[in-house]
């Protein structure tokens, strides 16, 4: 096997700065229990991102949408590690009892874990009482240790470690024994994070620092364990080496005042900063919008509730006698000045629609009826008006009819459609009322102007043209 030659000249490096103050190691590692907890979770399918994970472990905080066993995992493997530690410091060899005690932990308050086969009950710090297997990388079903045979196989486990503790570099012997306990799979579920937790027990124990299996090395992780099941354990010793020489290499940089940022950290760091974007703006919901793009958003919906009303409208009254057309238009006509000023004083304006009457008659006046959504940043304006075809006088003068307008909220929740088609249709009903009341102004006129020509035409003096 490996001589583990450059491994050993990495902890030398370190050993020369022993003792370490402690102080100028914390946020190394800080960094390694949170990159342990999450990866070795992440590794088992908990669905918490890095950051997730950090923001919950240091300030308590949980995102939208993640179930609550994820954070449950998150706190019971970091607890653990505080156990794993206190392990450490007292050069505690291991037993069959702290490997419970690691598994207890890790299932504090989960009695239930979901499974390929369905919900399982767990019990944390005891031995499986069911068969359990797992589907290798090939395809093929792997059966681990029938549950009657589970204390005798730890009991030999235990007794091999304290038999090779002795022999075996620090590195084979983790690895041997995370494999072997992988393989004798003694527990209902967590399995794979008891071993992680026994490996680093007796790296750290040997003055090593942990072998941190990132989830993006999942896949060679599960090859290299495979291969040891298959009797080839220099894969997966040779990945465990890779991963302890990382850590090594970091802590000794910091130690030695260098920067221990590499490339792997500063992508961790830029995809954490647009994780913790993500839980923001989830956490925002419709904040996250800058108050223009929600006016903006909600005018749009209140202009087709508008436009719809209008459309039905001149459904129900256009004839072939007096066609009604709907129309829209980018700015509103001159004729209706004072809604144009009303508009323009409160911000963007959406297109401006309405119904229009053009008359060919000289008893029909010709009718204009325009609204118009404005959206400003804190408040939203239905306004709208008519103008009416004069009689008599400059040819296509008009009058300006009364307008009016309706405000309310950016948030479109806020406002009732009901509301909104009523406000249409009392714009329609003023401009109909001084419609009516032209068309009788305009037959009145007719009629004055028709009886003048007729006594200009009775006098016995007109002049003959």
Known sequence: MNDYAELDELKAKLDAHRPIDPKSTAAVQEKFQLEWTYHSNALEGNPLSLSETSFFIREGLTSKGK??????????????????????????????????????????????????????????????????????????IHQFTEPLQVIGEMERLIDRYNVERANRHPIELAGI????????????????????????????????????????????????????????????????????????????????????????????????????????????GSANKPPEVRSHEAGTKIRELVKGTIVEHIRRISTPDCPVTYV?????????????QEIQGRGLLQTALGLQITSTK???????????????????????????????????????????????SIFFEDWDTEVIRNFVLKICKTAYKAWGDEVERRNELISQEEAELNRLRSRPDQDQI
């Open 362 to 408: 000289r008893t029909i006046p010709s009718l204009q009826v325009f609204l118009a959504v404005s959206s400003a940043r804190n408040q939203i304006a239905i306004v709208g008006g008519s103008s009416l075809e004069k009689f008599g006088g400059t040819a296509n003068q008009w009058q300006q009819l009364a307008g009016d307008k309706l405000i309310g």
């Open 67 to 140: 179930p609550l066993f994820a954070y449950l995992e998150a706190k019971n493997h970091a607890a653990a590690l505080g156990f794993l530690e206190q392990i450490v410091k007292d050069q505690t060899p291991l037993t069959e009892h702290i490997m419970k005690q690691y598994h207890a932990m890790l299932f504090e308050k989960i009695d239930y874990v979901e499974t390929p086969e369905g919900k399982v009950r767990v019990e944390g710090g005891r031995y499986k009482t069911e068969n359990n297997h797992v589907i290798r990388l090939d395809g093929q």
């Open 177 to 284: 024994m995370h494999h072997r306990l992988a393989s004798i799979h003694p527990f209902t579920d967590g399995n794979g994070r008891v071993s992680r937790l026994v490996m680093n027990t007796i790296l750290l124990q040997a003055g090593y620092t942990p072998a941190i299996i990132p989830v993006e090395e999942k896949r060679r992780y599960l090859e290299a364990l495979q291969s040891a099941d298959d009797g080839q354990i220099t894969p997966f010793l040779e990945v465990i080496e890779q991963q302890v020489a990382k850590t090594l290499r970091l802590m000794v940089e910091v130690i030695e005042g260098r920067d221990a940022f590499d490339f792997d950290d500063l992508s961790k760091m830029f995809r954490g900063i647009v994780e913790k974007t993500k839980a923001i703006e989830q956490s925002l």
């Open 328 to 340: 829209e238009v980018g700015a509103i006509p001159p004729a209706l000045a004072q809604v144009r």
